[in-house]
């Protein structure tokens, strides 16, 4: 009996120890989405719209290519969700302290999901309509307008993904720093 007990708690450990690898391995390629996907529009997709479609048709492509992205981003939020709910079972309930959660990563997830939440549900919404109202605007005084406040309330969003790339790599600096400095690599 005594050996079965053993050998069951190997087993958890060994299947707890997995379940650890797989949800920093979740993190990792969430993480990589949420911040690489905004170097890639940054770098490549917003240049290569506008210097071949133009301002209108590529404002318009581009709200789309954000659309997409806020969207993924979305997605890793909830893996992100999921990977910290396994890992707060695994450190309070399994015993596992390579687990913990600490501060800084909560702290930087929390201040990435409101900017997200800002982005998306606040003050997405009316720059798209914005972006709108200037391009269907009728004479040029009305479009010169249009565009002035459309732009000014562009460059908030624009500060918004920038922070939140900003805070993602800083996340993913904490990350790293935590699982080297506790020495994870025996997963």
């Given at each position: ?36 996907g905004l ?5 490549s ?5 506008f ?25 890793a939020?909830v893996?992100?969700v ?13 015993g596992?302290t ?23 549900f606040?003050?997405g919404?009316?720059?798209?309509a914005?972006?709108e109202?200037?391009?269907?605007a009728?004479?040029?005084?009305t479009?010169?307008a249009?565009l002035n406040?459309?732009f ?7 500060g ?14 904490v ?6 400095s ?6």
């Amino acid at each position: 009996v005594r050996g079965g007990v053993a050998n069951s708690e190997m087993v958890t450990s060994r299947a707890a120890r997995a379940g650890l690898m797989f949800s920093y391995t979740c993190e990792l390629v969430a993480l990589g989405i949420w911040i690489g996907g905004l170097v890639v529009i940054i770098a490549s997709v917003i240049p290569a719209v506008f210097n071949s479609f133009g301002m209108e048709p590529g404002g318009r492509y581009l709200t789309r290519v954000f659309d997409g992205y806020n969207r993924l981003v979305m997605a890793a939020i909830v893996v992100m969700v999921g990977a910290a709910a396994f890992r707060f079972w695994a450190a309070t309930y399994g015993g596992m302290t390579d687990a913990v959660l600490t501060k800084a990563e909560l702290a930087l997830f929390g201040a990435m999901i409101v900017v997200v939440a800002l982005i998306v549900f606040a003050i997405g919404p009316e720059l798209a309509a914005l972006q709108e109202r200037a391009f269907k605007a009728q004479d040029e005084a009305t479009r010169k307008a249009a565009l002035n406040v459309f732009f000014r309330s562009h460059t908030i969003v624009r500060g918004l993904y920038l922070l939140n790339l900003t805070l993602g790599v800083l996340l993913l600096g904490v990350k790293v720093r935590g699982w080297v400095s506790q020495g994870t690599t025996d997963l």
